[in-house]
């Protein structure tokens, strides 16, 4: 399979300004949610436009606090604790329903040199309790290069994943299961490890790749992992990105934008992951909840849409319409980066620093938090959680449990040397929309429901993975037709054996492991 590098999530509004510079090998994609390669070049300290130097003896919290925790400064970078009661995670906390005895297996790439003492430093400003985190690199370690800036970048989003899953729910252990690079190869490696070796119940993903840029194979070996994934009744999220319905085409040497149209992003499109999308979240002084829209300005907007990959599973239908095709995301949570969350990195060796950061990337590692939560609430592994979400929807406790968003659209603004064009998104409506799925979490009712009812899961059936699809043209430029495969049909159990039997992990002497 050619080697291809899977893309990070945006971390913050700065970041979203940061073209990854630099050739890349013709079967290699820059940055997810970047502006397209050689088109603007920005001095890396950009980065850290609305960073706060963090000085150790101003903490625990409460004293020396940046200014975005405040409600009514822009950029707005909120506290665990203003999180937890707008989504109203506080009340479960307060019911000792912290997370104990569950995993949130968390999968990043290359490493974050510094992600114990910043989470140790993050812990400390917010009054945290400390937590079992333990990395694993199935693959081994590229040595941290700060020279280099796909190295930065996936150290900051390891902070982000990290810290946040933590904030949610802070009995949980933390597994970090750390993919070499960002290529292909290494991704599917450090997923297999997670699930072979059932790390955890839940699982996050804070990166994606737009269908079209990705081989079927690689999606077909990825699919078979989240069928034994749910087999195991593991939670896996990911990341639904952060360009709306943009889905670029890349090509050249150096690589540069060649066409763009519309799609969706891989893994959050494949049906048995929970993609999640993003809003901007609007908090009271205290911290309570006024509202939220769909994130959409300068700095992003969250993916969505229809795959062109895969088919509309069942728990889908009656949401989509007349579309036949699997629909993202499934749920959403705060995303805008002015309206982000509070993150330390000590990116600059010697320099921890506060940071607003934002993305989609920010709501996965919390909504497998929330799941780890809800595990430890029922007692069982609530597994594959997409057929009760929908079952949810579709009833009389929807609006108890999610936060309905019903304003804005996931419009994106691609902007770069050559040209400025929006790309129309789709407006957030009653109930489901592909903006931001069901909503946000009203998570202690949300939480109630899953734990105390029988949703029946999602019936073993054969599930059309693969299929041809010319992809459709925007303004004047066209996406090529995807590499025509055969229909390939995979039945659940089946697959399951399958793949147990014929992929074996590799002896645990070539694993490492950081207690």
């Known amino acids: 399979m050619g080697r291809m590098r899977l893309l990070l999530v945006s971390l913050m509004c700065v970041l979203l300004l940061l073209a990854y510079a630099g050739s890349l090998p013709a079967t290699q994609i820059a940055w997810a949610d970047m502006p397209p390669v050689g088109t603007q070049q920005f001095d890396v300290e950009q980065q850290f436009t ?168 690689f999606m077909q070996k990825e699919h078979a992992l989240f069928v ?51 809003t901007s979240l609007f908090l009271g002084p205290d911290g309570s909840y006024e509202g939220e829209t769909v994130w959409s300005n300068l700095q992003g907007a969250p993916g969505g849409g229809f795959s062109r990959i895969f088919s509309r599973p069942a728990y889908q239908e009656g949401f989509v319409g007349t579309n036949t095709m699997r629909s993202v995301p499934d749920v959403a949570y705060v995303a805008d980066p002015t309206t982000g969350v509070a993150v330390v990195t000590t990116i600059v060796p010697g320099h921890p620093m506060i940071i607003p950061l934002g993305g989609t990337s920010a709501g996965s590692p919390q909504w497998a938090a929330i799941a780890a939560l809800g595990n430890q609430l029922a007692g069982r592994p609530l597994g594959f959680l997409n057929p009760s979400f929908y079952q949810i929807g579709r009833g009389p406790l929807y609006k108890e449990t999610f936060h309905d968003i019903t304003s804005g659209s996931n419009a994106y603004t691609l902007k770069t040397l050559q040209l400025s064009y929006t790309l129309p998104g789709y407006e957030a409506a009653p109930g489901w929309d592909p903006a931001t799925g069901l909503g946000t979490p009203i998570a202690t009712p949300l939480l109630l429901a899953l734990a105390s009812r029988h949703y029946p899961r999602h019936p073993a059936r054969r599930m059309p993975l693969i299929t041809a699809h010319k992809i459709g043209s925007i303004g004047c430029s066209r996406f090529p037709k995807l590499h025509r495969v055969k229909k390939q049909t995979i039945h659940h159990h089946h697959q399951s054996r399958w793949w147990l039997h014929n992929h074996k992990l590799q002896p645990k002497k070539h694993l490492s492991r950081t207690p």
Not at 65 to 94: D, G, K, T
Not at 148 to 155: N, P, T, V, Y
Not at 234 to 262: K, N
């Open 50 to 217: 609305h960073a706060i130097p963090m000085d150790e003896e101003a903490v625990p919290f409460g004293e020396g606090l940046p200014p975005c925790l405040s409600s009514q400064v822009q950029p707005r970078c909120y506290s665990p604790q203003q999180i937890r009661r707008a989504y109203q995670i506080e009340p479960l906390l307060n019911r000792g329903i912290s997370g104990q005895g569950q995993t949130i297996v968390i999968i990043d790439f290359f490493q974050s040199p510094t992600v114990r003492e910043d989470l140790r430093l993050f812990d400390q400003l917010f009054g945290l309790p400390e937590p079992s985190l333990t990395i694993y690199t199935p693959s081994g370690t590229v040595p941290f290069d700060s020279n280099d800036r796909a190295q930065r970048l996936a150290a900051i989003e390891t902070n982000l994943d990290v810290q946040w899953a933590h904030a949610i729910a802070p009995g949980a252990a933390i597994a970090l299961v750390l993919s070499r690079t960002e290529e292909s190869d290494d991704v599917y490696a450090a997923t297999k490890f997670a699930i072979e070796q059932h790390l955890g119940t839940v699982i996050s993903q804070s990166f994606g790749i737009s269908e079209a840029e990705l081989p079927a194979d």
């Open 228 to 278: 034994e994934a749910r087999a195991q009744g593991i939670s896996v999220f990911a990341s639904s990105g952060d360009r709306g319905t943009l889905a670029p085409i890349y090509g050249g040497m150096p690589r540069r934008l060649q066409s763009f149209g519309t799609g969706v992003d891989f893994p959050a499109s494949d049906p048995l992951v929970t993609g999640v999308g993003g």
